[in-house]
């Protein structure tokens, strides 16, 4: 496998232990500043590649802390 994280991931094999090594944020990056939903609320993105989810994002349409714009 390849294990260099700037090269392109060749196989399924190789997508499926960079995304066992991803940490994804719980909120926004907003005016330079990490920002959480007002409500809570989240949207899952789902994969392109076979439908199944793969994170959960604040939702943009509950709002956030902190956005001044």
């Known amino acids: ?3 260099d ?5 060749r196989s399924l094999d190789d997508w499926l232990a960079l995304k066992s090594g991803l940490s ?3 909120g926004m990056w907003i ?3 990490w920002a959480e939903s007002r409500t809570g609320r989240t949207a899952t993105l789902v994969s392109p ?3 199944l989810p793969f994170a959960d994002i ?3 349409a509950a709002g956030v ?3 001044s714009r």
Do not use: H, K, Q, Y
């Open 1 to 3: 496998m390849n294990t």
């Open 5 to 9: 994280r700037t090269s392109t991931a």
């Open 24 to 26: 994804l944020s719980r």
């Open 31 to 33: 005016n330079g500043e």
């Open 49 to 51: 590649r076979d439908g």
């Open 58 to 60: 604040p939702s943009r």
């Open 65 to 67: 802390r902190g956005a």
